[in-house]
C-alpha cells in the first residue's frame, strides 16, 4: 500500500490503494480513508414528492450509465445453484430488479422476488411486469431491520438477497447489525454501492449536466462520502461464519462485495 497524505479540500485522508481481488486486480485508485453519513433528501422526501418522484428516475438512469446493471447481473449470473427467491433491500421502485429479471428469466425460470423499502414506491404497472414474467412480486414498506426481523425463513438455500445503492445509508454498527441478519436468510448477499474515491467524488459532483435535479445532485454526493472501499464491508459481515467474500471496485465508480455460503 502507498502512504496516506491529507486533502485540504476536505477534510479527510487521501491515500492510494491497489485493491486486491479479480475485481480490482492491478488497478491504483484515490480512495478517501474515512466514510462520512449525512441523510439524504430522497429519504426524508414523502413519496409523492415530485422531487423525489423525479429523482427516482434520474436514479434509474444513473444505474445504467454507471453500470449497475451490468455489474448486478454478472454478479448474478455467477450464481451455482437454483434460484428461488430474490430479495432486494431498499428496492426503491423495483425497476432495477425488473430489468435484471428480464434477462435472468429465461434461464432462471420462476422466482419469487420480495421487494423491500421504507416507502412504497413500486408502481402496478412494474408489478405486473414482474407477474408477466412469471416472477410473483411482494412488496413489504417497512425499515429494512424490521422487514428482515419478520421474514417467514424456511429454508435459506435459493435465497439470494440483494442491495443496490442502499448500504451505504447506514453506520458501521447498523451495518454489521444489518448484515448479520441478511446473512440468516440468504445462501448468497450480493451488493453494489457507489465507490469512495476521489474519481467517484468527482464524477458525483457533475450529475447535474446529465439533467438529474437538485434532490439527486445532493445525494449522488453523499452517497460517495458515505460509499465504500478496500475490504469495508467484509470487514462487517458477520466474524467466523462460512461464507466466501469477494469485494472490490467494479467499473469506474462502483464498489461490489458479495458473499456465498459455503456448502
Ligand atoms: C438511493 S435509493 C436506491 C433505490 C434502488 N435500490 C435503486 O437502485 O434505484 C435508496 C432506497 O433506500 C430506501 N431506504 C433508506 N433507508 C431505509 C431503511 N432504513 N429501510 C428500508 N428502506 C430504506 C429509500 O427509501 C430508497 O428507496
Known amino acids: 500500500m502507498a502512504p496516506c497524505w491529507r486533502w485540504n479540500s476536505w477534510n479527510d485522508s487521501l491515500r492510494v490503494a491497489w485493491p486486491r481481488g479479480p475485481a480490482g486486480a492491478g488497478r491504483a485508485e484515490l480512495i478517501m480513508s474515512s466514510r462520512l453519513l449525512e441523510p439524504e433528501w430522497l429519504d426524508t422526501l414523502p413519496e409523492a414528492d415530485e422531487r423525489a418522484a423525479r429523482s427516482r428516475i434520474d436514479l434509474q438512469r444513473l444505474n445504467r450509465i454507471m453500470g449497475h446493471d451490468r455489474i448486478l447481473l454478472g454478479l448474478l449470473r455467477q450464481t451455482r445453484w437454483p434460484v428461488r427467491c430474490l430479495i432486494e433491500l431498499g428496492a426503491g421502485d423495483g425497476t432495477l430488479l425488473l430489468r435484471l429479471a428480464r434477462q435472468l428469466a429465461p434461464r432462471w ?81 450480493v451488493a453494489c454501492e457507489p465507490r469512495r474515491s476521489r474519481l467517484s467524488l468527482a464524477a458525483s459532483r457533475l450529475v447535474g449536466l446529465l439533467g438529474c435535479n437538485g434532490v439527486t445532485r445532493h445525494d449522488a454526493v453523499a452517497s460517495v462520502r458515505a460509499g465504500f472501499s478496500l475490504r469495508d464491508l467484509s470487514a462487517l459481515w458477520p466474524a467466523g461464519s462460512a461464507w466466501d467474500l469477494q469485494e472490490g471496485p467494479a467499473g469506474m465508480f462502483s464498489h461490489v462485495f458479495a458473499a456465498d455460503r459455503r456448502p
Open 109 to 189: 425460470g420462476s422466482v419469487r422476488v420480495i421487494l423491500v423499502d421504507r416507502q412504497r414506491c413500486v408502481t402496478s404497472v412494474t408489478g405486473e411486469e414482474f407477474n408477466r414474467l412469471g416472477w410473483p412480486v411482494e412488496v413489504i414498506t417497512a425499515d429494512v431491520a424490521d422487514a428482515l426481523a419478520n421474514l417467514e425463513r424456511p429454508r435459506t438455500d435459493g435465497v439470494i438477497l440483494l442491495a443496490n445503492l442502499f448500504l451505504h445509508h447506514f453506520s458501521e454498527d447498523t451495518l454489521r447489525l444489518l448484515l448479520k441478519q441478511g446473512a440468516e436468510v440468504c445462501a448468497r448477499f
